[in-house]
C-alpha cells in the first residue's frame, strides 16, 4: 500500500476556504465520474505546500493509499507520462511494467479501478501530461498543482492560488521568525512581507534568513528587502531562491512570450491596460492581447478584469532584471500613444487651442480615461529620469493633461520632478515651473516664485511666457491687485492674439472678465465673458465644448449681480464637469451657486449646495475652497437657526485659511465673532 505523501509543512498558514474547498471536492462521492481538483498559480505561491496539507487531511477518506511524482512541469526536462506510470505501478506492487505506454496507461487504471487512492500530480506541465495518469474509477481522487490552468482537462475543480492576504502573511513569518521577535517590531514585519508582496516563498526565505541570524532586526531585512534592485538577492536562503523559482518559469517561454514578459515590465503603472500593452509590445490588438492572456496561462502575469494585466511585484523586479534591448523603445511607444490620447480628449474639449500642436496627431483608438491619469503622470516621471528625455516634450503632456483629468497630488510630484531634472533646458523647467504656480497644492509665496521664474526662463517661448503673465495676474487678483491682475492677463492675451491662438484667448478671458469686474469695470467684464463664451462657441461648431466657458461666464455676471443667468451658467457646468469627471470643478461650482442663493435668501437651497460642494472638495482635498464652502454652510446654517453648527463651520474654515496665509481668515473671525456676540 503505497504512502507516497512528502511530509506536511509544519507551520502551514492560512488558506481556510482554498483548503476546504479542494476537500469538499476530492471527498469520496455517489457519482461515476472521477473528482480532480487542480491547483494553478505562480511560482513560490504555495501549490505544492497546499496540496500536500490537502492530501493528508483526505488520507483517512482514501485508505488505499496516496501516489505522489513532481512532474517537474516547471523546468526545461518535464517528466514524461510512460516513466510516472512504471514508476507508480511499481509502486502499486507490479515488478514489470509493459513496454507499450497506452499497456501501462490502461492497466494503471485496472489496478486502480476498485481502489480508494488519492494521486497526487505535482508541478505538472499541462494537461497533455496529467491525462495518461489518470485513474478511470470514481472511487479515486486527483489532486493537481500546475503554473498554467489546466482548461484542457474536463469535469476539473479549478483553484486559482493567489499571494496571501496581509494578516495570513504576517502570521506565516511569526510562525517562523517567533513571537517575540515579530511582536516587538510589528511595524516593520508588516513592511517586510508587503516587500516580499505577500508571497509565501519570499517570506518564507526571508523569515528563515532572520531565523537564522537572531541579532538582525527585522527592520534591518526590511531595509534590505527596499532596494529593487538587490530584492531578488537577497530572497534566497539555502536551495531556496525566489530569482530560481521565476527563472524556471520563464525559461519556458518561447522568444515572443518572453520578449513581452520584459517589455510589459517596463513602465511604472500598477496595471496595464491593453491599448498601453498594444504600444509597448508593437504589436496589433488582437496578437498583442493573445500574448498578454498566454501569460497569463502560465501565471506569470495577472488579470483582474478583461483588458487590464498585472505583474505580482516581484515577479515585476524579476522581468525587469532581464534587461530587454527595446526597453526605451517601448516606454517612448507608450509615451507616444498616451500623448496622442491626450491630445485628442484636449482637441475634443478646446477645439482651436494651439497647445495640442507639439503633440502626436496619429490615429488614436481609444479615448483618454481620466482615471488613468496618475499611471501616465507616473509613466512621464519615469522617462523624465532618463538621460535622453525630452522634458519640454514631457511637460507639455502634463500641461495637456491638467486640463483634460481632475487635479492630484501626483502632478505635483511629476512637476517638481521635471522642475529637478530640467537641467540645461530652460524651456522645460520654464514650462514646468508655470504649470507648478496653477496648481491649489502649492502656497502663494511659491506659486509666484514659480510664475516669475517662468517668465524669466521662457526665453523665446511665446506661449510660456503668455501662460506664466496670465498665471501671475491670477495671483496678483488674489492678492486683491485687480488692476494689476487686469494690466497682466491682458499682456498675456495679447500675445496669444499675435500668435493667432484663439483657443488659448478664449480660455483666458474669462480670468481677465472676473478681474476687470473685481476691478469695478462691470460692463468691460460681461464684453469680455460674453466674447470668451462666442469664441469658444464658435470653435466648438455652435456651442462650447468644455464646461469652463460656461462657468466662466457665471463667474462673471454672478460678480455684477446677474444672478437668475449666472445660475443657469453655473447649472451648464456642472452638468458638463460631471460628464467628463472634473470633481473639483463641480466641487468650485456648486459652492458659488450656494452662494447666490445665500444672497437671494434661500438659506435651504445654499445650506443643501454648500453641503455638496464640501463632500466633493474634500474629496479632491481642494483645501482653499473647503473653506470657502465652510463659510457659505456657516452663514446658511446661522441663518437656518443652527448656531452651533454654524461655529463649528467658521471655525474649521478659519483653520484653513490660517494654516494657508489666505486673507479670508479675516472674514471667518468676523463672522465668527458675531456668531460669538
Known amino acids: 500500500m503505497p504512502r507516497q505523501l512528502p511530509a506536511d509543512v509544519a507551520d502551514f498558514t492560512g488558506r481556510e476556504s482554498e483548503v476546504e474547498a479542494m476537500a469538499a471536492a476530492l471527498r469520496p462521492r455517489q457519482t461515476s465520474a472521477l473528482a480532480v481538483c487542480a491547483v494553478a498559480g505562480a511560482g513560490g505561491v504555495g501549490k505544492t505546500a497546499l496540496a500536500v496539507h490537502v492530501a493528508h487531511r483526505l488520507a483517512g477518506d482514501y485508505p488505499d493509499g496516496q501516489l505522489f511524482v513532481d512532474l517537474r512541469g516547471s523546468g526545461s526536462r518535464p517528466l514524461e507520462p510512460d516513466l510516472v506510470l512504471g514508476s507508480f505501478l511499481r509502486a502499486l506492487g507490479l515488478e514489470e511494467a509493459p513496454e507499450e505506454p497506452d499497456e501501462r496507461a490502461a492497466l494503471y487504471r485496472s489496478i486502480l479501478a476498485d481502489r480508494r487512492m488519492l494521486v497526487v500530480l505535482d508541478n505538472a506541465a499541462g494537461a497533455g501530461q496529467v491525462r ?4 478511470g474509477s470514481a472511487t479515486c481522487g486527483v489532486l493537481v498543482t500546475s503554473r498554467a490552468r489546466l482548461t484542457g482537462l474536463s469535469g476539473v475543480r479549478q ?13 506565516l513569518f511569526t510562525r517562523i521568525v517567533g513571537e517575540q521577535r515579530a511582536t516587538a517590531e510589528r511595524g516593520a514585519a508588516m513592511d517586510l512581507v508587503a516587500a516580499c508582496g505577500f508571497l509565501p516563498l519570499a517570506i518564507r526565505i526571508a523569515a528563515a534568513r532572520l531565523a537564522a541570524r537572531p541579532g538582525w532586526s527585522v527592520a534591518g ?9 538587490r530584492r531578488l538577492s537577497e530572497l534566497r536562503a539555502g536551495d531556496l531562491a525566489i530569482e530560481a523559482t521565476f527563472a524556471l518559469g520563464y525559461e519556458q517561454l518561447d522568444e515572443a512570450h518572453a520578449r513581452a514578459f520584459r517589455l510589459l515590465a517596463v513602465p511604472d503603472m500598477a496595471d496595464v491596460p491593453l491599448r498601453a500593452a498594444v504600444a509597448l509590445l508593437d504589436l496589433p490588438e488582437q496578437e498583442a492581447e493573445a500574448v498578454c492572456e498566454a501569460l497569463v496561462d502560465v501565471s506569470m502575469l495577472e488579470s483582474l478584469s478583461p483588458g487590464r494585466y ?27 500613444y498616451s500623448a496622442a490620447a491626450v491630445a485628442g480628449r484636449f482637441r475634443s474639449l478646446f477645439p482651436g487651442d494651439r497647445r495640442a500642436d507639439l503633440l502626436p496627431t496619429g490615429e488614436v483608438h481609444d479615448a483618454f480615461d481620466p482615471a488613468e491619469t496618475d499611471a501616465l503622470l507616473s509613466v512621464v516621471r519615469q522617462a523624465a529620469t532618463r538621460k535622453h528625455a525630452d522634458r519640454y516634450r514631457l511637460a507639455w503632456i502634463v500641461d495637456m493633461l491638467t486640463d483634460v483629468a481632475p487635479e492630484s497630488v501626483a502632478f505635483q510630484h511629476t512637476l517638481d520632478l521635471l522642475v529637478a531634472r530640467a537641467g540645461d533646458e530652460p524651456r522645460a523647467e520654464g514650462l514646468a515651473r508655470y504649470l507648478r504656480s496653477t496648481l491649489s497644492s502649492a502656497d502663494r509665496q511659491a506659486r509666484r516664485s514659480d510664475a ?26 488674489d492678492d486683491g491687485d485687480y488692476r494689476a491682475s487686469v494690466e497682466l492677463i491682458r499682456r498675456g492675451l495679447d500675445i496669444f492674439a499675435d500668435r493667432g491662438d484663439r483657443g488659448a484667448q478664449a480660455l483666458w478671458l474669462g480670468l481677465l472678465a472676473r478681474s476687470l469686474a473685481a476691478a469695478d469695470e462691470p460692463r468691460q467684464a460681461v464684453e469680455a465673458a460674453r466674447s470668451a463664451y462666442r469664441v469658444h462657441a464658435e470653435l466648438g461648431g455652435g456651442a462650447p465644448r468644455h464646461p469652463w466657458a460656461p462657468y466662466q461666464l457665471a463667474v462673471t455676471l454672478q460678480a455684477v449681480g446677474s444672478l437668475d443667468e449666472a445660475l443657469r451658467m453655473y447649472e451648464a457646468a456642472v452638468t458638463g464637469f460631471g460628464e467628463i469627471g472634473e470633481l473639483d470643478w463641480i466641487g468650485t461650482a456648486t459652492t458659488r451657486m450656494a452662494d447666490i442663493h445665500l444672497t437671494l435668501g434661500d438659506h435651504a437651497r445654499a445650506l443643501e449646495l454648500a453641503e455638496q460642494g464640501l463632500v466633493a472638495l474634500r474629496e479632491v482635498d481642494d483645501e482653499h475652497w473647503q473653506g470657502k464652502a465652510l463659510m457659505i454652510l456657516g452663514q446658511a446654517l446661522t441663518a437656518a437657526g443652527q448656531r452651533e453648527r454654524g461655529h463649528a ?6 483653520e484653513i485659511f490660517d494654516r494657508l496665509c489666505l486673507p479670508e481668515a479675516e472674514d471667518a473671525r468676523s463672522l465668527l465673532a458675531e456668531v460669538n456676540a
Open 132 to 135: 495518461p495518469l489518470l485513474p
Open 221 to 229: 531585512m526590511r531595509d534590505r528587502l527596499s532596494d529593487e534592485r
Open 310 to 336: 498585472r505583474f505580482h511585484d516581484l515577479l515585476r523586479v524579476f522581468a525587469r532584471s532581464r534587461v530587454d534591448p527595446d526597453a526605451d523603445a517601448a516606454l517612448d511607444r507608450l509615451l507616444d
Open 649 to 654: 463651520c467658521y471655525t474649521e474654515a478659519l
Open 159 to 171: 483553484v486559482d492560488l493567489e499571494v496571501l492576504g496581509p494578516v495570513a502573511a504576517l502570521r
Open 452 to 477: 516669475l521664474a517662468a517668465i524669466d526662463l521662457a526665453q523665446d517661448d511665446q506661449y510660456v511666457t503668455a501662460v506664466a503673465t496670465v498665471s501671475l495676474g491670477a495671483q496678483v487678483y
